[in-house]
């Protein structure tokens, strides 16, 4: 059975290659995310200081960003 994902609020603060960030969470934290699909395939664009949402790993060191606020 699937697990719930952590969907967490975060700002990025480094733009990536290949559609990937580095993202600042609210506890000061680090974590790496790339766009969910949607994103691509409507042309969302994210930008530095951006805040969005993103669906972290069981790990918390990855994840997807799933919106942006």
Do not use: W
């Amino acid at each position: 059975m699937k697990q719930p994902k952590n969907i967490i609020e975060a700002k990025v603060i480094e733009s990536l290659p290949n559609t990937t960030f580095k993202l600042e969470l609210a506890d000061g934290s680090i974590m790496i995310a790339h766009l969910s699909g949607k994103m691509r395939l409507n042309y969302i664009k994210v930008m530095l200081g951006d805040r969005v949402l993103v669906e972290s790993s069981a790990d918390g060191g990855r994840g997807r960003i799933v919106r942006r606020l």
